[in-house]
């Protein structure tokens, strides 16, 4: 095994690794030293994300910022945000000579995360935590962060890739998923409503995570408590309602996002309300009115959204999300797709829920 201690500020010798997590853009590992420690060590797709250094900038500040914070309220600021390790010469990460870009962490012990449940109480936790997150960066100085991925919510611009992922056909494919590319089509006038409201000022530009999957939420092992967000790469300028809407998108859905039969995929009822509720709390009253009126947008808008990511990526020969089988993508977005549908059906009801939350 390589040794670890040479490259980053860790003083015992690595005694195993194994590949770690779910994540579809960096592999990610667990490492465990000599002395019982353990690590998260991690390789950055620097195809996604170039500016590794920006990236890291990013991550160390905001890490710093949280870690006064949950000082100041009492919580451990070693187990609920990350701390990086840096590397020997005192960078924020390691760049190999083959240019690959590692970085290491300390891994948070006693916890786990979901990729999926049915008990709505553990989905209320889930919201609270990634609304704390929310709160507890209100004051962060938005225009000090690097943007790492521009238009990374941007559904419009989301569409116009489509569009030319389309239009450019590279493999053949646009022809089978005439269909998918119709239903995405027949709803392109709503894609603009969050941008819209953003550049309008009628819901405030925020601080804000960008990648709410419940995975990204480690979770205490015994007293099921959200410890840490994790998976910093995307926090950016954006609205709560990217952060709320891709949590709803992931975890109140009844199938897995790459569920092959997207027959069995809906929107559960009972774990949208349970998010809502434990956001709002998270959230510490910091919503305006119409970012708590607009929660169902969020979520609708970021379950299209990924869709259209996931179908251009399919067209365009899988380059941006890892895949594991032929048309993973496809399987991907149409369960996406599925789920935008059934929200539509369950339109009055999620809104329903959010009125009686108010
Ligand atoms: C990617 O890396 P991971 O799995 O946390 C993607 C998200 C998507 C998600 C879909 C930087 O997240 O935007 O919502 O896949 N991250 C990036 O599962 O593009
Ligand atoms: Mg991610």
Known sequence: MTDFTKIFQIDSAGESLHEFGEGHINRTYLLKTEDGS????????????????????????????????IAQRGGDPRRNTMTLIPARDGKLYYRREDGSCWRLYTYVENTITYQSFDEPEIFEKCGEAFGGFLADLAEYPADSLYEVIPHFHDTPVRYNNLLKAIEDDVKGRAAEVRPEIGFAMERADRYALIMDALRDGTIPLRVTHNDTKINNILMDKDTGEGVCVIDLDTVMPGSCLFDYGDSIRFGAATAAEDALDPGTMHISLPLFKAYTEGYLKGSRGCLTEQEREWLPVGAWMMTMECGMRFLSDYLAGDTYFRIAREKHNLDRARTQFALAADMERNWDAMNRIIKEGI
């Open 38 to 69: 353990s690590y998260i060590l991690q390789e950055i797709n620097t195809g996604v994300f170039p500016n590794v250094d920006g990236l890291m900038d990013n991550i160390l500040h905001v890490t710093d910022f949280l870690r006064e914070k």
